[in-house]
């Protein structure tokens, strides 16, 4: 089964969306913001089942949990890294980043909240942040992989981006609406990238 279609105008580009317990707001914001068709499908989708659909880019949902326990999700996503464009958000970035060969960690006390400053490295201009992860990305050097952001509080990995590959990802969630609309930006580079 693929799940459920969120329609938008004729013509407009299709995102799959994996469901690891996505927000709806992310799923409205794609869809009435930016006019994107919507197929959101479970966690456990083939990479096949998404080849079959032939998508325009592919979302990795946030979701509770330890990454590195979803195995069957991190061998999917592998299988589909090069294939389109991939955005992750909060579980989505962590196992996008397991799947290009890094690693996690368990956070001793977790991000909780809707004032986390989050730096961009390239222009080292900072976005105030809502987060909600008990997990984090370990920071190390892999081949083809840039690490975009980072967490002023506690130097953590809050981005990844692949050129070669076309896929990035953001540890904070961009849907999330605690004041400033600092991070909608992720979700523009997503289409731009398409």
Not at 7 to 18: A, C, L, M, R, W
Not at 89 to 98: E, N, V, Y
Request: with cysteine; charged share 25%; glycine share 8%.
């Amino acid at each position: 089964e693929t799940g459920y279609s969120i329609p938008s105008e004729e013509g407009n580009k299709t995102i799959f969306v994996y469901d690891f317990g996505c927000k709806r707001n992310i799923l409205k914001i794609l869809n009435e913001e930016f006019n994107l068709n919507l197929i959101v499908g479970p966690s456990n989708t083939s990479p096949e089942k998404i080849k079959e659909i032939n998508p325009d880019g592919i979302l990795l949902s946030n979701g509770p949990g330890d990454p590195a326990a979803a195995l069957y999700a991190i061998e999917n996503i592998k299988k589909l890294i090069g294939y389109k464009p991939i955005f992750g958000i909060c579980l989505g970035h962590q196992l996008l980043s397991l799947a290009l060969g890094m690693k996690t960690f368990k956070l001793k006390f977790g991000h909780r909240g809707g004032n986390h400053p989050v730096m961009e490295v390239e222009t080292k201009k900072v976005e105030i942040t809502s987060q909600n992860h008990g997990f984090a990305v370990k920071q190390e050097d892999i081949n083809d992989i840039s690490i975009t952001h980072i967490n002023l509080n506690d130097k953590t990995v809050e981005g990844i981006e692949s050129r070669k590959f076309k896929c990035f990802s953001v540890q904070h969630h961009p849907e999330a609406s605690p004041g400033p609309h600092d991070s909608r930006k992720y979700f523009k580079k997503f289409i731009e990238m398409i």
